[in-house]
């Protein structure tokens, strides 16, 4: 399985599988996922920090990568609910604009 890191502001790594990662539109296209002749240093170096977003943020984020993976093409009473503890939600909102999830 093709893994990539994302690296917190806080400089945490986590190592992902490349499809969960690609939920994110803003990771596919620092990837240069599906476009050979599109990629950052990012891409090549298969690792993208986010200066902005904090470790428990990017957690939070990945894990919703994983459940969005899972989920996806499933009918709605098999999907359960995936909680976001209320004293994140802002910072996860603000996240998951940036990174077009």
Known sequence: ??????????????????RAANISGTIKS?????????????????KVVFDDISSQILEKVIEYFYFKLK???????EIPE?????????????AANFLDT
């Open 1 to 18: 399985v093709e893994t990539v890191k994302l690296i917190s502001s806080d400089g945490h790594t986590f190592i992902v599988d490349i």
């Open 82 to 94: 995936f909680h976001i503890e209320p004293e994140i939600a802002l910072e996860l909102l603000m």
């Open 30 to 46: 620092i990837l240069g996922s599906g476009n050979q002749h599109a990629k950052f240093a990012e891409g090549e170096e298969g």
């Open 71 to 77: 989920y996806t093409n499933r009918t709605s009473e």
